[in-house]
């Protein structure tokens, strides 16, 4: 009943959110094909809901040959293959707003484990895959909050990629395990809340305030 539930909802604000900031999004559209390469979306190929690909909605941020330069699919702090309009797009999470599409047609939903690139989702264990894959993946999540600063913390080791596979990933399977165990409509309103508080205060410790039993790293 809880995901019959779940996805009316995500149907009904979605398309509501769609219709409430369109003109906003239509001024990022303009900002974005004056500035950059004029790439307005960018889609990725992610893994979502029993472990099918799908096109993930996202407003182009980086140059259009990114993922084979530089750091591939990681990416880090003041990362080169950013674009001034989109290293603002990045740190506001504004760049996240297309997925809104992604939800309206049922592909995502606003909360749940964020989708990965599959060299990335391999990095998890089976039991890790498992418990995901039960769940629509979502624009925001326990994974996504915690790790808000993942470029950064990309950014401190001499291998982003080691740091994201031996460090970041085990973790962040760990919460997705905790949230499907845990999910409920009362879960995801504190996600959502927490999602906007943290982006409006990055410094805020709210995370441990709302959710005291999450894993620890």
């Known amino acids: 009943m809880y995901k019959y539930i779940k996805r009316f909802f995500d149907f009904l ?3 509501l959110l769609i219709v409430l900031i369109a003109p906003f999004l239509i001024v990022i559209v303009i ?4 500035t950059g390469e004029g790439e307005v979306f960018y889609f990725q190929k992610r893994i979502g809901l029993g472990g099918k690909v799908f096109d993930i909605w996202k407003f182009a941020t980086m140059l259009k040959n990114s993922p084979n330069i530089g750091a591939g699919t990681i990416t880090v ?3 080169p293959r950013v674009t001034p309009v989109g290293g603002f797009l990045r740190k506001s999470k504004l760049n996240e707003l297309p997925q809104i599409i992604n939800v309206l047609l049922g592909s995502m939903s606003f909360v749940g484990p964020r989708p990965l690139v599959e060299k990335n989702y391999n990095y998890y264990n089976k039991e890790m895959k498992e418990s995901i894959e039960k769940m629509k993946p979502g624009i925001t999540g326990i994974g996504s909050i915690v ?4 470029e950064r913390l990309l950014s401190a080791g001499n291998n982003p990629e080691e740091v994201y ?6 973790y962040k399977g760990r919460l997705e395990i905790w949230y499907e165990k845990n999910c409920s409509f009362l879960t995801d309103l504190k996600i959502l809340i927490t999602t906007v508080w ?11 305030t709302f959710f005291k039993h999450i894993p620890k790293s």
């Open 147 to 150: 790790f808000r600063d993942e």
């Open 77 to 79: 702090t003041n990362d």
């Open 13 to 15: 604000f979605s398309l």
């Open 31 to 34: 900002l974005l094909k004056l």
């Open 198 to 208: 943290v982006v409006l205060f990055p410094n805020s410790n709210i995370v441990n």
């Open 165 to 170: 596979r031996n460090q970041i990933s085990p």
